[in-house]
């Protein structure tokens, strides 16, 4: 676990209107360019690097992270609870990718979507006074013009993350902080971090 430690702690990110897609700071913007002139790696060699850091934590391994877009349909997140022993269905981290094969996100809990504005002008739109309409993520992918690959999601389920007293956004922000360590591109850079 001591070696694991780093991957954990790694919280650096853009603060305050800095940290938002929504305000008019390129901060977040200028990483996504920067990462999508990078290289990106294959599936499977983002799942073998996340399933190697979650045995670095001694966590259980996803034997197949893939989960193809019909299974969305079909109470996704409790299917995975149940079949995985969770205690909560947010107890996964999901990673999705653009048309392109970049990967797009490292995130957690279960509110999978691929929702993308259709204008710049949507960026600042509220759902609620609190309440942004679209995410980070989705936004990020309009401005470098992609799209969301639709068609699948991975999935890694957190089973015995409680045993490791650790919080699922540990486990996230270790996962990306370790993607980021392999080289591997990551469009919205800081949002495992936050």
Known sequence: ??????YLLETSRPCGAYSSVHYDKLTRFDKAKEQAELK?????????????????????????PIIEREAFENNLYKE??????????RDIVWMKFTKDGLLGVVATSNDINFQVPYDLSDYKEKITKNKWKYNTSGIIIHY?????????????????ISEKKLKRG?????????LIKKEVPILDFFSHRY
Do not use: C, H
């Open 1 to 6: 676990m001591e070696k694991t430690r780093e």
């Open 80 to 89: 995975i609870k149940e079949k995985n022993n969770l205690k909560d269905e």
């Open 144 to 160: 470098l013009n992609k799209q969301w690959d639709e068609s699948f999601v991975l999935i890694f389920p957190l089973q015995n």
């Open 40 to 64: 990106g790696k294959n599936i499977q060699e983002i799942i073998d690097y996340t399933n190697e850091f979650l045995g670095l934590l001694g966590m259980n391994s996803a034997i197949n």
């Open 170 to 178: 540990d486990v996230e922000r270790g996962i990306g902080n370790y």
